[in-house]
């Protein structure tokens, strides 16, 4: 049927973004590098040049981060994977922490290495990423931050490492959790 593609999961015809509305999606001959956020056209000739040929801007339906943890109802989310494509932080903190941590039990996201140029515009590095996730969200990270000094191996064989998955789990209950009195943070710009 109609956005199924998966018995647990369900494919929607809408981007997801940290507000909601009408965005530009900019359009690359590589479809892995499209995106709502803007290509930072320095990077992309540094470390990715496969996505640095814009085809198109496209206006895209989105809805919010926080409305899409809300699809699950009252369910938890036992493990929820992100790749945004430069938005994976932006996402996260878009949703109050409160919320996540009550919502998703580990959260696996694509981070950038610090010692690298963001590919999008406004892209956090892992470590802001980590510090985050952290001292705000109250979550551990399981994994380390990429750099590129370390090159990647295989199909891009020679790249920097600038960009890795790293997995994050719900601190543990009676851990010390952080103490804020806001529930948003500023997102880079």
């Known amino acids: 049927p109609l956005g199924h593609h998966h018995p647990r999961a369900a494919l929607l015809p ?6 909601g509305g009408l965005l530009n999606l900019t359009v690359t001959r590589t479809a892995g590098c499209s ?16 996505c640095h040929r814009i085809l198109e801007y496209r206006l895209v339906p989105s809805i919010t981060f926080s409305a899409v943890l809300a699809l699950s109802g009252s369910l938890p989310i036992r493990h929820l994977k992100l790749d945004a494509q430069g938005l994976d932080f932006a996402l996260v903190a878009s949703v109050p922490p409160a919320l996540l941590r009550a919502k998703v039990e580990t959260l696996e996201l694509e981070t950038r290495a610090a010692d690298c140029e963001p590919l999008y515009m406004g892209q956090a590095s892992c470590p802001e990423v980590v510090e985050y996730l952290r001292t705000v969200a109250g979550y551990d990270n399981l994994s380390s931050c990429p750099s590129k000094h370390v090159r990647n191996l295989g199909r891009q064989w020679g790249q920097p490492n600038c960009e890795r998955d790293i997995r994050f789990v719900r601190a543990a209950r009676g851990a010390r959790l952080p103490t804020t009195t806001s529930t948003t ?3 880079h710009s």
């Not at 809408?14 to 507000?19: E, G, I």
């Not at 995106?35 to 496969?50: D, F, G, M």
């Open 35 to 50: 995106s709502l956020a803007p290509l930072n056209t320095h990077a992309t000739r540094q470390w990715a040049p496969w």
């Open 14 to 19: 809408l981007a997801v973004s940290p507000a």
């Open 185 to 187: 943070r500023r997102i």
